[in-house]
Nanobody
Framework: QVQLVESGGGLVQAGGSLRLSCAAS????????GGWFRQPPGKEREFVAA????????QYADSVKGRFTISRDNAKNTVYLQMNTLEPEDTAVYYC???????????????WGQGTQVTVSS
């Protein structure tokens, strides 16, 4: 089992930045790919970014490319999501996930955090 806990969400004005953290415990997190998903109000959960277990490979949704950066520190069992130039459309609950490899679909991930709210005001 892997337990995931997100932090770093909050309220920010458009154009601002936030850094989300996902702290893992339990089984060796460095064996898993890490992913970030988000669920806007009234919509389905959608892929945001993912990173391979060693951090060499990253993938991003088109909507966040150039603005968001995913990274990880396996020594700290933590995955990060640096979000810059935030837009009101980025408002959502952000979830961290862990899986055997990078997937774009939520069903590809085995473990999930509880989520952290990000609200971007215009």
């Amino acid at each position: 089992q892997v337990q995931l806990v997100e932090s770093g969400g909050g309220l920010v004005q458009a154009g601002g930045s936030l850094r989300l953290s996902c702290a893992a415990s339990g089984r060796t997190f460095s064996n898993y790919a890490g992913g970030w998903f988000r669920q806007p109000p009234g919509k389905e959960r959608e892929f945001v970014a993912a990173i391979s277990w060693i951090g060499y490979t990253t993938q991003y949704a088109d909507s966040v490319k150039g603005r968001f950066t995913i990274s990880r520190d396996n020594a700290k069992n933590t995955v990060y999501l640096q979000m810059n130039t935030l837009e009101p459309e980025d408002t959502a609950v952000y979830y961290c996930a862990a899986g055997s490899t990078i997937y774009y679909a939520p069903s590809g991930y085995d473990y999930w955090g509880q989520g952290t709210q990000v609200t971007v005001s215009s």
